[in-house]
C-alpha cells in the first residue's frame, strides 16, 4: 500500500472511524491517572525529568535504549506499530529510508500524534479491524505496551502473521505476562484499580495473558529480573519478546 497518498483528516488515514466506546472508556481511566499529556510533552517523550509518571517513564526509556540498535539496523522497511497512542514510539522508530506506520483506534491520540510528528514517511492510521491491513505488508510489527488490549487466540495470531512479510519479526514490549498461577489475582488487581477509578467497564477492554498466549517460537530478548530491578531502579518490569514469521 502506498501510505503516502491515502488521504488524510487532521492527519490522519482513516481506515475505518474510530472505536467510540473504548475511546472513551479509556480516555476518562487515562484522565484520572493524569496520563493525558500536552503536546508539549508528548513531542519531547520518552526524555521527562518531571512530572507525575517520571519513573515510569525512565523505565520506558529503558526499553527504547534496549532496542534501539536493533531497530537501526533495518533499512529499507516497513514498520508497524498497533496501539501508537500519541506517537511517541512511532517517532522515535523512523529512519530516513524506513516506513513507520502508527495504528490506534481511537481519535484524539491519534490527530496529536499527526499534530506533534510530522515526517514524509510517518503515518498515523485509525483502523479498528486489523483483518483490512494489506498481507505480506510489514517487515516489522511492534506491540509497545498494547498487547494486552488483545485477545490473544490461535486465528488472531494466525492474521496477524499474514500481515508480516516472510522473514518478518513481531515484537512485543511493555506488556506484562503471568505465570498461569498468578493470572487471576492479577485480575482481581486489575478490576479493584477500575472500580476504585470509578471505571468499571474498562476491566472489560483489558486482557491478563499467560505465557501460553504466546506462539511457542516466540523467544525472549530481555527477561526483567527481581536481581536486575534491586540494582537498577529504572530497570523495565517488563519482556521483550520477538517471534519469527517464517
Known sequence: MNWKN?????????????????EREYTAVRQKENRLLSDETV???????DGPHVQEWKKRLDTLNRMTPFFNQLDHKTILEIGCGNGWFSN?????????????????E?????RCFQKDNLHFVCCTDLHLLPENEFDCIVFNASLQYFYLSPSWWEMIYKKVK???????????????????????RSK???EQLNENQAHS??????????????????????????FNKNASPFPWIRINVQ
Open 6 to 22: 491515502q488521504q488524510k483528516e487532521n492527519g490522519v488515514i482513516y481506515l475505518t472511524a474510530p472505536k467510540i466506546d473504548f
Open 43 to 49: 513531542k519531547v517523550l520518552p526524555f521527562l525529568n
Open 92 to 108: 522515535l522508530l523512523v529512519k530516513s529510508n524506513n516506513t513507520v506506520i502508527g495504528l490506534d483506534v481511537g481519535k484524539g
Open 110 to 114: 491519534l490527530e496529536q500524534a499527526a
Open 166 to 188: 516472510k522473514g518478518g519479526e513481531i515484537h512485543v514490549i511493555d506488556s506484562p505476562f503471568y505465570n498461569d498461577d498468578e493470572v487471576e489475582s492479577a485480575k482481581e
Open 192 to 194: 479493584a484499580y477500575f
Open 205 to 230: 477492554y483489558y486482557f491478563h495473558h499467560t505465557w501460553s498466549a504466546l506462539p511457542p517460537t516466540h523467544e525472549l530478548l530481555y527477561q526483567p529480573s527481581r536481581w536486575k530491578r534491586l
